[in-house]
């Protein structure tokens, strides 16, 4: 596991005269904010945290003592480091842990990185950057996350079966 940040949720506004903020929640609804009492290495310290109803949440902040200061959060986005966050079960992964790896093919092919990782709605799909080389630019490739596309991956690599790795 390499040491990063993970982004939980990013401000998108006031909420009210006091300061609280509307937030837009990435991963798994509130309850993967809870755990945290701080975001972005201590800089904003959550007094209240609750559900707004509408998919996303009001948070109050210590450090933000009024509407002005809370708009001026706006766009921010709210990290915890990716050691914070709970263990996963065997076969699970979180994006952060597989943007930057290498990736091969399961003929040995070096592919190139992992650059991203989308859900368009049917699952996980990987973005493989592949490096420029004999004067043709940088290309870039999709795979979905699934065993018979990626029969293995670790946190070193991703092993990409030879027929997925087409671009």
């Avoid at 050691?83 to 930057?100: F, H, N």
């Avoid at 091969?104 to 799909?125: H, K, P, Q, W």
């Avoid at 795979?143 to 079966?161: N, T, Y």
Wanted: hydrophobic share 40%.
């Amino acid at each position: 596991m390499r040491d990063a940040t993970v982004t939980l949720a990013a401000v998108s506004g006031a909420h009210g005269v006091t300061g609280d903020v509307r937030l837009k929640l990435f991963g798994e609804g509130l309850a993967s904010l809870k755990p945290h009492r701080s975001f972005n290495g201590g800089s904003l310290t959550v007094e209240k945290l609750k559900d707004d109803g509408k998919g996303g949440a009001i948070a109050r902040f210590a450090e933000v003592t009024d509407r002005t200061a809370a708009e001026k959060l706006r766009g921010t986005a709210l990290t915890v480091p990716r050691a914070s966050l709970p263990p996963l079960a065997e076969g699970e992964y979180y994006y952060t842990d597989l943007i930057g790896l290498p990736a091969v093919s399961t003929a040995g092919e070096a592919l190139g990185t992992c650059i991203a990782v989308e859900n368009f709605g049917a699952g996980d799909v990987l973005e493989i950057e592949r490096p420029a080389a004999d004067g043709k630019p940088k290309r870039r490739f999709m795979v979905p996350m699934r065993l018979e596309a990626v029969p293995d991956w670790s946190g070193e690599r991703l092993v990409i079966e030879a027929g997925y790795a087409q671009d």
